[in-house]
C-alpha cells in the first residue's frame, strides 16, 4: 500500500488530521502523543503534515471534494493560528472542502488563545470539542489536569463570539476518585455553558499500553459497579437536562438509522474513504484500514524522501465487512437484522455467535427473534458485550482490554 493511486474514485473524502503534541501530559491519556516545550518541533512537523497532504494528492484521482475534516491528537491548537490558516488552505486547495462540511478541533482550553480563535472560524470551524473531563480540583490534581470552570467558559465564549456554533464537551466518568455525585456535579456545571452536545467517556485503564496510567492510584478508581452507576446517572441527568436534542444532526441520522460509527466514534460522516494524516493517524476505504507509522523520527523519513508513511494495512476480507455492518448497526440503531444485512441478500451462517446471543438474552440483555436482533433500551450500556458476539478478532487476540462499561 506504499505507492500507486487509489483504485476507485470515492463520493468524498474525509480526512483526518492527528497532531500528536501537548504541552503537559494528562495521566489518563489514552492518545498517541508527545509533551513539546518549544515550537521548533511543531513547526517542523505541520511541514511534513503538508508535504503528506500533497504527496497523498498526487494519488487520488482528481479532485474530490471534502466533506468532514476532523483535527485530533494530541492538541490540534497547539499549532498557531497562522498554521492552523495554512494547513486548512492547502486542503481546499488540495481537495476542495464542500461548503456544508463539517469542520471538527479537539480543542484543550488550557492552550486556546485569542490568536487561535480567528483562524479556525476562518476556516469554517463548525464543531468544536472542549476537552473538560472533571471539574473537581482532587480529581484534577490526580490526573494532572487543571482546567477551572472559570477558563473552559472563556474558551467556549470566545468561540461563540466567533460564531462557532457547534460546541461540544467531552467529559469522562472512571477516573480515581470521581464518584457519582462528583460526576453529576461536573454535568450540572457543564450544562451552565449550555453545550450542543455533551460526549461522555468511560476512562479506559491500560496501564501495559500506557505506561503513565500507572501513575494513577489504582485504589481510588471506581470499580465496574460503581462506573455502571455513573454512566447510568450522568446519563439520566443528561436526557432529563434535554439531550437528547431532536435537532441534532447525530440524533436526527440515528432516528433515520443513518448514523455511522468509525474508529474515532459515532459519526454523521458518510465519505467512504477517511484519510488519516500525520504520525499514527489510521484511514479507512472500503477494501479495509491503513495506518501511518507512529514514531515521528521514521514518518518524517518517510515523507522527506517523498514516500507515504503508511506502516500497515490491514484488506478486509467480505466476512469482515460483513461483521463490521452487523457492529456498526448494533453501535448505532441497537438492533440488527442479520437475514437483511449481507449485501448479496445471502443467509451467513452464524451458529456459534447466535448461540453467544441466547446466552446473552438469558441474561435479558437482548432480544432475538430469528435472525433480528434488538438490545432493549435498559442494556444498552452493555451493547459492547452483544458485538462481541461478532467480533472474530476479540478472542483470537493476545491483546488485554479495558473495561466494557
Ligand atoms: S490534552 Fe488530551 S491528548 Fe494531550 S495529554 Fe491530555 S488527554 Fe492526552
Known sequence: MRSGSLSYRPAALSPYLHVPFCQELCLYCGCHMTVARTYSPIASYVELLEREIELVTQHLPGRTGVTHIHWGGGTPTILSGDDLRRTMSLLERS????????????IDPRTLTLEHVEPLAASGLT????????????VQGTINRIQSFELTAKVATWLRHAEVTGLNLDLMYGLPFQTTESVLCTIEQALQLDPDRIALFGYAHVPWMKRHQALLPEETMPDAIQRVGQN????TALLEAGYVQPSDPMVVRQREGRLHRNFQGYTTDEATALIGFGTSAIGSLPQGYIQNVSSTVAYREEITNGRLATARGVAL????GLRRSIIESLMCDFSVDLERIAPD???PDFKTELAAIDELARDGLVKRDGLSIEI??????LVRNVCAAFDRYLESGAARHPRAV
Open 95 to 106: 481537495f476542495g472542502i464542500h461548503s456544508t462540511a463539517e469542520i471538527a478541533v479537539g
Open 127 to 138: 464543531r468544536a470539542s472542549l476537552g473538560v473531563q472533571d471539574l473537581d480540583p482532587k
Open 232 to 235: 447510568t446517572a450522568a446519563a
Open 317 to 320: 476480507t467480505d466476512d469482515d
Open 345 to 347: 441478500g445471502s443467509k
Open 376 to 381: 432493549p433500551e435498559d442494556s444498552r450500556l
